[in-house]
């Protein structure tokens, strides 16, 4: 896909530029993210990854909805993620386990970022990851804010 003026009628760009983690791309920058992005469907129930497993790359809900829960007991659902959400970003940065599982709440359409991909965008055009990765880090300091937040309220109560 080249960078013509198709891609500002390009659903899928128009949704990806929604995304927080590409807000500050062009829409040139960001049809090059895209073109690095694999697309995925999954049914109804079927299990996008799996809690434990390795993180492999970032997730983008582009149609349907996803779960994303704990196995505790009972299952623990933490969120319900639709279009235009994200998960799995913490895979772009290492190769840890995942620490919840991704299920599909109906059919779903996603595109993933691999780690792989990633890191030949921050080889090839480190601007543009650079300021992927700025907003990466702004997003995970805000979730530990919460956490740490939750997590005092929670001892407060307690």
């Known amino acids: 896909m080249l960078f013509g003026a198709k891609n500002s009628s390009n659903p899928r760009l128009q949704l990806l530029k929604d995304v927080v983690l590409f807000k500050d791309l062009s829409m040139r920058e960001l049809a090059m993210v895209d073109s690095l992005m694999h697309e995925r469907r999954y049914l109804a129930d079927e299990i996008i990854f799996d809690e434990g497993e390795e993180g492999q790359g970032l997730f983008v809900v582009l149609s349907g909805r996803v779960k994303i829960a704990r196995f505790a007991s009972p299952l623990e659902m933490l969120i319900e993620l639709g279009p235009g959400a994200f998960f799995g970003e913490v895979a772009l940065l290492d190769q840890s386990v995942r620490s919840a599982q991704a299920r599909a709440l109906e059919d779903v359409q996603i595109a993933?970022?691999?780690?792989?991909?990633?890191?030949?965008?921050?080889?090839?055009?480190?601007?543009?990851a650079s300021r992927i990765s700025f907003q990466l880090a702004r997003v995970l300091a805000a979730r530990l804010r919460q956490a740490v937040a939750n997590t005092d309220r929670h001892h407060e109560a307690a």
């Open 112 to 128: 993933v970022l691999f780690r792989a991909e990633f890191y030949s965008l921050l080889e090839t055009h480190s601007a543009i």
